[in-house]
């Protein structure tokens, strides 16, 4: 199974950062990687499909980006709203895998 | 507006087996493969299986595929996940999501929380 790394684990910024968060893969995906944000008691939801491109909907500030076995989602600037916890998504090979995800906070 | 609603979770004894249902709406079901995901209380998010839109080809995780089995009733608009032989580990929620060839899961439902205990 393809093993999916997040760091950091846990992330305090200010309203305005730029924020990057990052997930590794254990070996090549080949850009098949997926962003999601669960906010506190809901579902997960898609942000961002095969590294970089938005889901409808989401907002411009999140951007996604990445190749091989390393990848980045970056918000442009902070929102209150973005308070969540993230999981990348590995669709590359069978079995599917989740990092475990980085839980992002206001500082 | 796609809507994807979950049901049949509960407290369940260990060895049990259960059945859970998501119910579909807002789009075209029966063209559509979907999938089940579940995330456990430590929040691990853990992919589970899918199935093709007509039912005829499903795919598991290999740690779970004696125990789970994924059907869909396309009449219904309803997808299924049979779970046996449950284990305190299986304990978690679990979504169905709509599983699209170039998105993803593109969406999610609210989710069921299956609890095994004695």
């Known amino acids: 199974d393809i093993q999916m790394t997040q760091s950091p684990s846990f992330l305090s910024a200010s309203v305005g950062e730029r924020v990057t968060l990052s997930c590794k893969a254990s070996?090549?995906?080949?850009?098949?990687l997926d962003w999601y944000q669960q906010k506190l008691g809901e579902a997960p939801k898609l942000l961002i499909y095969?590294?970089?491109n938005l889901h409808t909907g989401i907002p411009s500030r999140f951007s996604g980006s990445g190749s091989g076995t390393d990848y980045t989602l970056t918000i442009s600037s902070l929102q209150p709203e973005d308070v969540a916890t993230y999981f990348c998504?590995?669709?590359?090979?069978?079995?599917?895998?989740f990092g475990a995800g980085t839980k992002l906070e206001l500082k | 507006e796609v809507q994807l609603v979950e049901s049949g979770g509960g407290l369940v004894k260990p060895g049990a087996s259960l059945k859970l249902s998501c119910v579909a709406s807002?789009?075209?079901?029966?063209?559509?493969?979907m999938s089940w995901v579940r995330q456990t209380p430590g929040k691990t998010m853990e992919w589970i299986g899918d199935?093709?839109?007509?039912?005829?080809?499903?795919n598991y995780a290999p740690s779970l595929k004696n125990r789970f089995t994924i059907s869909r009733d396309n009449a219904k608009s309803t997808l299924y996940l049979q779970m046996s032989n449950v284990r305190s580990e299986d304990t978690a929620t679990y979504y169905c999501?709509?599983?699209?060839?170039?998105?993803?899961?593109?969406?999610w439902g609210q989710g069921t929380l299956v609890t095994v205990s004695s």
């Open positions: 199935i093709k839109y007509d039912g005829s080809y499903t």
């Open positions: 070996q090549n995906i080949n850009k098949y």
């Open positions: 998504l590995q669709r590359n090979s069978w079995p599917r895998t």
């Open positions: 999501t709509q599983l699209r060839r170039v998105l993803g899961f593109a969406y």
């Open positions: 095969n590294t970089n």
């Open positions: 807002g789009f075209t079901f029966s063209d559509y493969w």
